[in-house]
């Protein structure tokens, strides 16, 4: 076995090249198996130092490391504070140290299984391979992307590992392209588990245990995993060539690293190059900062980041001549009607963009399908409103490069005048709405107050209804009697143009005698022709 062994024990040397018939033994052993490592891990590059542990349940005496295709067996060094396990160290590992290792261990006259097979790869035998990804490494959650990873070898091995030690996919394709063959990978539909670093080995069908150099690594990021952020320029998106410029990417808190991208509709992005600020400086400025811009944000040490942001254009003045400005019918207008700026160039352009001083939005752009000069488009605004009121400049380009702007025009101060009524009308119906909603909430605790001071009083036996006496009640009738009456009835008589009114008086004494009741009934109200009369029975 090629390589050096570490310092073996004086024991062990007794034990080295023992012939196949012993290691025949081990395999039909009867106890436990052992457990087989490698440290650092059994993929190796070509010249560095590697330690094959073998470890067993129970004490035992001897360890052996056997290993396959290879006649004999090698015996396996035991730290002196355990008897459990054993290992054989390597301080330089070659090419012939490749392949499948088992090991065991003698306990008394007893043989132990052979461990599980540890294969040992060598790696860095050959040139490394090249490696691609189609269309990008920056894949949003729920896509797919290709890794190629070329061999100039018509038979052999191709090899795709992830950091981490995650599952990888089988080649999906073998293809030979400009004298080499090409092994492709498909990954997705791509998940958080996609994210990482992944590197493609080669190996010859001889030697299958031999492998490449590592190809250049490739970063997946994967997007769409949280909440996009918002993009915005200060001062803003339309810049003097030669001015500064700030791009801020604004996200919900708890992140860490912010990318920038830019026009990923004819780039698509590579690799998402995180920094720690959200703040991201432009300048001076020149014409390769035109374009349309996009931010990320994710977290340190991390392969996921956030959907993309909406996209924001800057743009670059002062690349050409300016245009001139102009409204027709006028620089004022009044309330309602319509005004149009009219953008003209006397050379030749194909788009003008209009833009309003202090305005968020992004400018308003038309293009032009007519090549005759003088070049101008018409910017209708309509109907206007004291929205539209303010200072406004034009700028021209080409739609080959929208992102460079000409000088911009002389500012045109637009003046809305006219009837305001319908804000006074609504200044009026608000205040009439809210001092209404006051006085009935006024009103409301007011009622509640008297309900809650006002005490129960006794029951009252209700009038008949439609009764004259009733009425006779409501004019004003006021009836008096001196004696406690025990019951009464109130017959009502029509008379004409007044009522009169007669008790029946029911009341008794002790010895059940009528007695005189000296009761007179006052009216007021009914009939002045028809003074009010005793009423019979009654005394006066």
């Known amino acids: ?313 800057v743009l670059i003045t002062g690349m050409y001549e300016k245009p001139t400005l102009s409204a027709q019918p006028g620089p004022s207008v009044s309330w309602g009607e319509n005004v149009t700026l009219q953008c003209r160039s006397e050379v030749w352009f194909d788009s003008f963009h209009l833009s309003k001083e202090g305005s968020l939005a992004p400018p308003q752009v038309l293009h032009l399908q007519d090549t005759a000069i003088p070049n101008q488009v018409k910017f209708t605004l309509s109907p206007v409103t004291s929205d539209h009121e303010g200072t406004y400049r034009c700028y021209s380009s080409h739609s080959n490069s929208p992102y460079l702007l000409s000088q911009p025009s002389d500012p045109l101060e637009l003046l809305v005048s006219g009837p305001h009524w319908y804000l006074y009308v609504l200044i009026g119906v608000s205040v009439a709405f809210v001092l209404l909603l006051g006085l009935l909430g006024l009103l409301l605790v007011r009622h509640r107050r008297r309900g809650r001071g006002r005490k129960p009083g006794p029951v009252r036996p209700p009038l008949p209804r439609r009764s004259p006496c009733g009425i006779l009640a409501r004019e004003g009738a006021t009836l008096f009697c001196p004696h406690q009456m025990l019951s009464w009835k109130t017959h009502c008589l029509r008379k004409t143009d007044s009522w009169t009114a007669s008790l029946d008086l029911a009341q008794h004494d002790s010895h059940g005698q009528l007695p005189t009741c000296p009761l007179r009934v006052y009216t007021t109200g009914i009939s002045n022709s028809h003074p009010s009369s005793p009423v019979p029975g009654c005394g006066i």
């Open 1 to 313: 076995m090629g390589g050096s062994a570490g310092t073996l024990t004086p024991t062990a040397l007794l034990y080295l090249g023992l012939c196949q018939g012993l290691w025949d033994q081990a395999r039909t052993g009867t106890l436990p198996k052992p457990s087989i490592w490698a440290d650092p891990g059994p993929m190796v590059t070509k010249g560095s130092p590697l330690t094959i542990w073998c470890q067993a349940s129970l004490q035992a005496d001897v360890y052996y490391l056997y290993k396959e295709s290879v006649h004999g067996s090698w015996p396996m060094k035991t730290p002196q504070d355990s008897s459990n396990r054993a290992s054989v160290s390597f301080a330089s590992i070659s090419s012939h140290n490749s392949g499948k290792y088992q090991c065991a261990y003698q306990r008394g006259k007893s043989w132990s299984q052979g461990s599980d097979l540890l294969t040992l790869v060598v790696t860095g035998v050959y040139d490394a391979p090249s490696f691609s990804a189609n269309p990008t490494l920056v894949v949003a959650s729920g896509g797919n992307v290709s890794l190629s990873c070329s061999s100039p070898w018509p038979r052999g091995s191709f090899h795709l590992l992830k950091e981490g030690g995650a599952d990888v996919p089988q080649y999906l394709e073998l293809t030979f392209r400009r004298k080499r063959y090409q092994a492709v990978f498909l990954v997705g539909p791509v998940n958080t588990s996609h994210g990482g670093t992944y590197r493609c080995y080669i190996s010859p069908e001889s030697y299958p245990y031999l492998w490449s150099q590592p190809s250049n690594p490739l970063h997946l990021q994967v997007t769409g995993v949280y909440r996009e952020p918002s993009l915005s320029a200060q001062p803003g998106p339309l810049v003097q060539s030669g001015d500064s410029l700030s791009l801020l990417c604004r996200s919900e808190t708890g992140f860490d690293r912010f990318a920038l991208t830019k026009d990923e509709e004819l780039r698509a992005p590579q690799c998402l190059d995180g920094q720690p600020s959200p703040n991201f400086t432009l300048g001076p400025v020149s014409r390769s900062h035109g374009g349309r811009y996009r931010c990320y944000c994710g977290h340190k040490l991390s392969s996921t980041w956030s959907a993309p942001s909406a996209p924001l254009d």
